[in-house]
């Protein structure tokens, strides 16, 4: 017999959940201050049921010291998927990236790949958002030129061969990115040197 108090029941505890596991992501991001200097917006999908993207991060990203990429501040997407965590999710950096694991429009090689290269493992359910910022990190601390992938095969060929050559390319994208934030963010003056944290408010961002 069709109960439609049971149904809404059942569809509230199912909203309520998909925004406790939203809320500890968010959670979760905030911790990691040493690389994300802020979360610039957050979208929760809750009505486009054909749509396989479950949230959207913003970020602003810290890279490793010591690193081609140090003392720069990049802006990334993050597409969790509605599978997860059981399928990686899509990262894509929106500003000028020069690196052997990113295209030149910013798609981010395979996180699977990453994991199988580092761990020889699959991409399981324990590999949250943490273990996300992980593969980030270790591909800006140790870029993964031994995969059988064509993300940016002249980087990883410079990187490997020409060292002068990609730091050149590499500070070249660096400054083209500070002025690509300064323009998208230039109400909010952070400091890209010091990476100060001059804002850090969540834009939570449902779905009408």
Known sequence: ????????????RKEYLIIQRY??????????????????SSKLNTTNNLSQIWIKFTILYKPPEFTFWENSLLEFDIWILKSYPFKVP???????????????????????????????????????????LFYLNYVFRTPVTDIDDDTNERACYLFCNDRKR????SND????????????????????????????????????
């Open 173 to 208: 994208c660096k400054e083209r990115a500070k002025k690509y934030l300064e323009r998208k963010y230039k109400s909010l003056q952070f400091d890209m040197i010091n990476n100060n944290r001059k804002f850090n408010d969540i834009s939570l961002k449902f779905d009408d």
């Open 23 to 40: 809320k500890k992501l968010i959670y979760l991001l905030q911790r990691n201050t040493q690389y994300i200097h802020s979360i610039v």
């Open 166 to 169: 990609f730091e050149e390319l």
């Open 90 to 132: 899509i990262i894509n950096c929106r500003s000028p990236i020069y690196h052997p694991n990113f295209s030149l429009n910013g798609n981010m090689c395979s996180l699977e790949k990453i994991a199988n290269f580092v761990n020889n493992l699959q991409f399981e359910k324990k590999y949250d958002i943490a273990h996300i």
């Open 1 to 12: 017999m069709f109960n439609p108090t049971y149904i809404q029941e059942r569809n509230l």
